[in-house]
């Protein structure tokens, strides 16, 4: 499956979220990661290298 170029409304979008100010973000919705719970984060390990 090839890449598809963003269409004119995905770029608008992120334009506009781009130009938010951080602290007009919403992230109530995500967990903060705290205390030893960064021990167990890997770098990477989720990322698959293309062919």
Known sequence: ???QPLTN???AELRALNALPDKEIDTSDIPEIEGD???LAR???LHRPGK
């Open 1 to 3: 499956m090839g890449k």
């Open 9 to 11: 409304e995905q770029l």
């Open 37 to 39: 719970r960064w021990r």
């Open 43 to 45: 770098k990477g390990k």
